[in-house]
């Protein structure tokens, strides 16, 4: 039975997890698994979406921006990593270059809504694109699934051992994906 949380971390002891408060910087390697496939999944994405439905690159490429960009703002202006080399694909660092910190506010719905609408066209557009070429949908269904574990495990895992943002435990869909596989006794 899971006793209730008291630390703003989502456990018991935000201690327990954080040892002496400091969030360690990303390994390189990590970074460059998480980035590179990344850019694998998108650019074949792109790839599939131009090749078999082209006009839907008009959907499709708006959206890529608003994730690099409003979704940034709305998120990454918000988060104690702002302005920091992030395990987040490196993003604190460039929500820093684009836009000013936002301490006082934290996630609303219009950042879940930003962020979840942009997500769900990078990765399930090309799916729709290519449903009738199994080939093509496998080799992007496998770049997709490497980057949600290599997200999962490098970045998002590494959120819930540090992060004291209380609406990451309490929104973040990742978050909670993390803290189910990694911590489980939590």
Not at 35 to 44: K, R
Request: hydrophobic share 40%; glycine share 6%; net charge positive.
């Amino acid at each position: 039975m899971r006793e209730n949380y008291s630390g703003m971390c989502g456990f018991k002891s935000c201690e327990e997890f954080s040892g002496n408060g400091d969030w360690p910087e990303p390994k390189p390697l990590n970074m460059a698994i998480l980035i590179g496939s990344w850019i694998s999944y998108i650019f074949y994405g792109g790839y599939l979406i131009a090749r078999k439905k082209p006009k839907w690159l008009l959907l499709w490429l708006p959206a890529l921006i608003l994730w690099m960009t409003l979704c940034k703002y709305l998120i990454c202006t918000r988060c104690e990593r702002y302005g920091k080399p992030c395990d987040f694909y490196y993003l604190g660092k460039w929500a820093a270059l684009l836009f000013e910190r936002q301490p006082d506010k934290t996630l609303d719905t219009a950042g879940i809504i930003a962020e979840g609408s942009t997500v769900a066209i990078l990765q399930l557009l090309p799916i729709v694109a290519g449903i009738r070429s199994g080939r093509m949908i496998l080799k992007y269904m496998l770049l997709l699934t490497l980057n949600q574990i290599a997200q999962l495990s490098i970045c998002c895992r590494k959120c819930v051992q540090y992060s004291t943002d209380p609406w990451k435990h309490n929104v973040c869909p990742s978050y909670k994906q993390a803290r189910a596989l990694f911590f489980r006794s939590y």
